[in-house]
């Protein structure tokens, strides 16, 4: 049984546009939440990865060197952890040469097992040794205390996870942050990610560091990433990332105190050093990748100790020292590179910062996404219906065309992030889904 109301409506070209503002309403209500959908998530961050590779950052042109604790160091020094005594070694050539910084992407949270009384406790367990060897072994330095020595030789930043799991019972204190940051705006711990406690260092080698920053990244839903947070909190305290602390000890003293700039809708920059980050509401920095793994200096850390390494190498560099070693799990994944050593993307931060290219999504782009994608499913409801299938097929290449150009160029000349797959994506669904309306309804019509 026909109803002549629903043969009307679907034989007019009302039919086509309630389709098409179907599919717009439901387009745009999948950009609403906040964080989105997985499949959303993924989709937005095709644009990112895509231009990083194609336009990826400009050098700073200050030198930034990565000591590499890779396979051959391993073989030539031994298995990891090293004796902290090695360490110190390594860390007092670096500093001797006056590097801007140097920072460890390693943690020093345990005593020294090899340490010459960790040793003696040990062989007391299990035999006695002889007075000779015990006051041989008491006479000789704590290899911590070796280490602290020389975190205090030089401009040495230490680095620290941060943990966000809840902990029943009493948690470690947090050190107290060495960056003393100036609020301006609303309070920014509404916005900063909090942690529960930190994995902190030895407290002798913390007394003794010029800074300390947390090394936590952001993983996305596919484990790539493409941000880092500045900031972190706890305990009403703010901490840097070891990024942020590594300019802060760069830039010397008299650049003022780290500020942290605050509005209505978030975290808007972060200040260090005389360098303005912006970041986005809760703080994070989109990272601005220079190319893949090894775009700057990696020096095997077997070669420095070694002395096959001019010490003037590192004079004025800001280093950074960490492994690329597959076994010490410090492996990441980057719109670059699946296997990215994480040392090096506080490389990439720090010289990104350096060389002020930044990428930004401001809080207005989120609304500027849904504007355009608003007026192109308008523009296609109004002229689709009264269009043929080449016309129409055209106008929906051009919208598209605009879309890719418009956001390749917003990253290209002023380096914003703009979402261009997903407009691009909904057009195409808009379109297709009003064609398809609209072939039904010529049908009908020829019926």
Known sequence: MKVPALDRFFGSRLFPRVVGGVLLIAALALTLPDPPPRFMEAVRLLSYDTLCRLYPGKPSGTPIIIVDIDLPSLEHVGQWPWPRDVTAALLSRINSAKPKAVGFDIIFGEPDRTSPMAVLQNLSQTTFPPNDVTRFLASLPDHDSVLAKAVGSGPTVLSYPFSFDEVQGELPAAPAPLARFVRAGRDPLQYIPLASFPDRNLPELEEQASGIGFFNMVMFSDGIIRSAPALIACKDAIYPSLALEMLRIGAGPGKGNPIVKTSENGIEAVRVGGIVIPADRHGNIWINYRGGAFS??????????????????????????????????????????????????????????LAGDFLQKPDWVQGAERAYLFLIGIVLIIYLPRMGSLRSGLLATVMMTLVAVGGWSAYVNYRFIIDIVYPILATFIIFSGMTFANYLREEREKG
Not at 308 to 318: C, I
Not at 322 to 350: C, K, N, Q, W, Y
Request: hydrophobic letters at 50%; aromatic letters at 12%; glycine letters at 8%.
């Open 296 to 353: 700057f200096p990696y020096i095997p850390a077997w070669k420095i100790l070694a002395g096959e390494v001019p010490d003037s190498t590192f004079k004025g560099a800001y280093v950074l020292i960490g492994t690329s070693a597959p076994g010490l799990m410090d492996l990441r994944a980057t719109p670059f590179d699946s296997v990215f050593p994480g040392v090096e993307v506080h490389a990439h931060l720090i010289d990104m910062a």
